[in-house]
């Protein structure tokens, strides 16, 4: 997008500008969960998110997006992320203990539009697990649909949207953040 004029709300700031802080959160994000900063990954959460990975199905063309309304890989709130944070952190965390190794590649970053203090943006991932002494990684490949929130003077992730490019996960569970 070669626009430079300010959408919407979003305090006016440039597009261009807007973009730029938009990819340095969703950078910043991924940051903080391959080095396993949790905490500070949930300090990035708004208070009200809406975090949801909806299981894909596959369909003929024509018939819905291919993606669940009613089943979900994770539906998640700021309590529930909290406590698959406590979890992770907790020494008797048996699903990842050793702990997943993962490297997310954040790229194709897209402000869709913005709502107010609200900014739409969309970005595609890349996520690579490795887990204990397995010599290949497991993949996971979606795009984002997110919301980004000025809260207290810093942007928040308010709602994101992650859907899933394979229909099977490959791992025995979804104990990682997309």
């Known amino acids: 997008m070669a626009e430079s004029k300010a959408l919407g709300g979003a305090a ?28 500070a990954w949930l300090a990035l959460m708004n208070p009200r998110i809406d975090y949801r990975v909806p299981v894909r199905t ?7 997006d291919g993606f669940s309304t009613r089943a979900f890989f994770m539906q998640e709130d700021f309590g529930s992320l909290a406590q698959r944070v406590q979890r992770l952190e907790s020494p ?7 702990r997943t190794r993962t490297r997310r590649i ?3 970053v897209r ?6 203090m609200d900014v ?3 970005s595609n991932l890349v996520m690579l697990c490795h887990r204990s002494d397995a010599p290949a990684p497991l993949m996971f490949s979606c795009e984002r649909q997110d919301v980004l929130r000025e ?4 942007w928040t992730l308010a709602k994101r949207l992650a859907l899933l490019d394979s229909t099977v996960l490959g791992h025995e569970s979804l104990s990682v953040f997309l």
């Open 151 to 154: 809260h207290e003077g810093r």
């Open 12 to 39: 006016a700031k440039s597009l261009e500008t807007l973009e730029r802080e938009c990819t340095r959160f969703l950078y910043r994000e991924a940051e903080l969960l391959d080095r396993a900063q949790f905490q």
């Open 106 to 108: 954040v790229g194709n």
């Open 92 to 98: 008797y965390n048996w699903a990842e203990n050793p």
């Open 111 to 116: 402000v869709r539009e913005c709502q107010g």
């Open 58 to 64: 596959t369909r003929d063309n024509g018939e819905g």
């Open 120 to 122: 739409l943006v969309d």
